[in-house]
């Protein structure tokens, strides 16, 4: 089993930013990718941005490309989401999310992940 723990998430103005934070324990040496996906009020959950467990290739959604940032360190099992130029329709509760299953590309579906964190809100006022 892994668990993930979200943190990091709160209010911030329009153009701000904010670093979103995931630790990893438990089973985290059998991780594929982790990722972020988020879930806006009466939306479906969306992909945000995923990289590999063991570092390389990162993977954006085309609606933060440029302004947010995917990182990990592996002293502290933690990957990092640095969000900036944040905008009103960047609100949403952002999951933490990562896998076990093995794939040739960076994975973007969520049912292709099989742990979640519960999740921290984020909130862009305008």
């Known amino acids: 089993q892994v668990q993930l723990v979200e943190s990091g998430g709160g209010l911030v103005q329009t153009g701000g930013s904010l670093r979103l934070a995931c630790g990893a324990s438990g089973r985290i040496l059998s991780l594929d990718a982790v990722g972020w996906f988020r879930q806006a009020p009466g939306k479906e959950r969306e992909f945000v941005s995923a990289?590999?467990?063991?570092?390389?290739?990162?993977k954006y959604a085309d609606s933060v490309k440029g302004r947010f940032t995917i990182s990990r360190d592996m002293a502290k099992n933690t990957v990092y989401l640095q969000m900036s130029s944040l905008k009103p329709e960047d609100t949403a509760l952002y999951h933490c999310?990562?896998?076990?299953?093995?794939?040739?590309?960076?994975?973007?579906?969520?049912?292709?992940?099989?742990?979640w964190g519960q999740g921290t809100q984020v909130t862009v006022s305008s």
């Open positions: 990289t590999w467990w063991g570092g390389g290739s990162t």
């Open positions: 999310a990562a896998t076990t299953r093995r794939r040739s590309d960076i994975p973007a579906t969520a049912d292709t992940y099989n742990y």
